[in-house]
């Protein structure tokens, strides 16, 4: 006899089979050129199968991803997050306290990283990982990562992300800041969605994915223009 409890997990079920069926298709290229090691590395943990959906890849279901070939220009893309909620404004409320994005030498900034990292005991109401704990006193960096910082108008470091670019897409592997209610989030992301816009170079951005993340984070994720799809995955 179906129980009412689960008759509500198999409507949630088949709701959620639904959306993923709805969901658009991105096909995201591994390119081992670009570091053989490191690609396979990534290729195979994106690929695994999913810890709860053994039968779909650990990262296929609700990939959050900005197409960034739906943009003319970053103006355009800026302009789509005035309608998806305050991305937009907190970007602008960012841009006028006089913050900026560069790329970073992580060595060149050892303290400055783990002071950003151990800000806050919690974020999205987990403990922070005890990784960040660890002042870590030297980073190897990757050619085919990018590695960012937003400093602030007295040359703060107040927010960092490490990018790594992988074939036809980029995506996002720590990205951390200050939570002073300045936007930088907002503005650290966003930036890097108009420098990706720019240079047309790549076709998506990833940020892990919509499905499984607590519902600030999905929030945050959605202000930000990244979309849930199913993705494939080609390595060569």
Not at 51 to 62: E, T
Not at 216 to 232: D, S
Request: hydrophobic fraction near 40%; charge should be positive; glycine fraction near 6%.
């Amino acid at each position: 006899m179906l129980t009412p409890k689960i008759v509500h997990r198999m409507t949630d079920l088949f709701k959620l089979c639904a959306e993923i069926a709805a969901l658009p298709v991105a096909v995201l290229h591994f390119r081992t050129r670009l570091h053989p090691t490191n690609i396979r590395t990534v290729h195979a943990y994106f690929t695994k199968p999913h810890p709860r959906y053994k039968v779909f890849k650990n990262k296929a279901l609700g990939a959050a991803l900005v197409n960034l070939g739906a943009f003319a220009t970053a103006n355009e893309f800026i302009a789509s997050l005035k309608r998806s909620g305050d991305a937009a404004a907190n970007r602008k409320k960012a841009l006028a306290r006089g913050h900026r994005l560069c790329e970073i030498d992580r060595n060149a900034l050892v303290d400055a990283i783990h002071e950003i990292n151990i800000s806050c005991s919690e974020r999205q109401g987990r403990p922070m990982d005890s990784a960040y704990l660890k002042k870590q006193l030297h980073y190897e960096d990757l050619a085919h990562y990018r590695y960012y910082g937003v400093f602030d108008r007295d040359g703060t470091l107040v927010a960092y992300c490490n990018l790594g670019v992988f074939g036809n897409f980029a995506s996002t592997d720590q990205l951390m800041g200050f939570k002073n209610n300045s936007g930088v989030m907002y503005f650290l992301l966003a930036e890097i969605t108009c420098k990706l816009i720019e240079e047309r170079q790549l076709e998506y951005l990833m940020y892990d994915t919509i499905y499984g993340a607590m519902p600030g984070l999905r929030a945050f994720k959605h202000r930000l223009g990244f979309q849930p799809h199913r993705a494939r995955y080609r390595i060569d």
